[in-house]
């Protein structure tokens, strides 16, 4: 089994739906969550942190089950411009080493 | 925010030879690290950059064909070394943000081996 898995997709949805994507991953003494976005042909960036209450910033909205083990990501109201990949990415220690392992990312295609 | 800057973006290498890229964080960063993304894959950790000392490496990779230097806190380099067209892939280097403890990336090497 992948330490971290995800739905590669694609997700084609009209503008203004709203879908969510989700995450696992294997290692239930993970520490921190995040979820990147890569454009094509650019480096991944940050688009948030996936907090044990949950996390929202605008349109995004990021939740983590540690029961089940998956973090997910929802977006409302879908913009052609957030067309692009999203990954997920997991710390699977403790501590400071901040080492993340990434899933193989969701493309989402946004159709006008 | 810390900026990286990676160099070279692209590439296209001879089979057998070797490339080194660099990576210049603008400030000082605890933690570096260096990724590779296949095509249609996602990233995966090379090696941890430790600052004055040898490389911490993942399964599946080793120093002799990935050496790592870390010379101080703020550059790295990676080497990729006696290419094959496996090789071909992004390379990505990464570090810390002292600010907000999140990964950040540079914005990658494209390298072809043909």
């Known amino acids: 089994r992948k330490e971290v898995e995800q739905d590669p997709g694609p997700f084609n949805v009209p503008e203004g739906a709203t879908v969510a994507f989700n995450c696992t991953y294997s290692?239930?003494?993970?520490?921190?969550f995040f979820w990147y976005r890569q454009d094509c042909r650019k480096e991944p960036k940050l688009l948030m942190s996936?907090?044990?209450s949950g996390n929202e910033d605008g349109r995004f909205t990021a939740q983590l089950n540690r029961a089940s083990q998956y973090i997910s990501l929802l977006i409302r109201d879908s913009k052609l411009s957030d067309s692009a990949t999203y990954l997920c990415?997991?710390?699977?220690?403790?501590?400071?080493?901040?080492?993340?392992?990434f899933g193989t990312g969701t493309l989402l295609a946004v159709q006008p | 925010s810390a900026v990286i800057s990676q160099k070279p973006s692209r590439d296209i290498c001879q089979r057998g030879t070797s490339l080194t890229i660099q990576c210049q964080v603008d400030?000082?960063?605890?933690?570096m690290f260096w990724y590779r993304q296949q095509p249609g894959q996602s990233l995966t950790l090379i090696a941890t950059?430790?600052?004055?000392?040898?490389?911490?490496?993942e399964s599946g990779f080793v120093i002799d064909k990935f050496p790592i230097s870390r010379p101080n806190l703020t550059f790295s380099t990676l080497t990729v070394s006696n290419m094959s067209p496996e090789d071909s892939s992004i390379y990505l280097c990464?570090?810390?943000?002292?600010?907000?403890?999140?990964?950040?990336f540079g914005s990658g090497t494209q390298l072809s081996v043909l």
């Open positions: 400030s000082q960063v605890t933690m």
């Open positions: 950059a430790n600052q004055g000392s040898e490389a911490t490496y």
């Open positions: 990464s570090a810390i943000d002292a600010t907000n403890e999140k990964l950040f």
């Open positions: 990415a997991v710390s699977p220690y403790g501590g400071a080493t901040n080492k993340l392992i």
């Open positions: 996936v907090y044990s």
């Open positions: 290692n239930s003494a993970s520490q921190s």
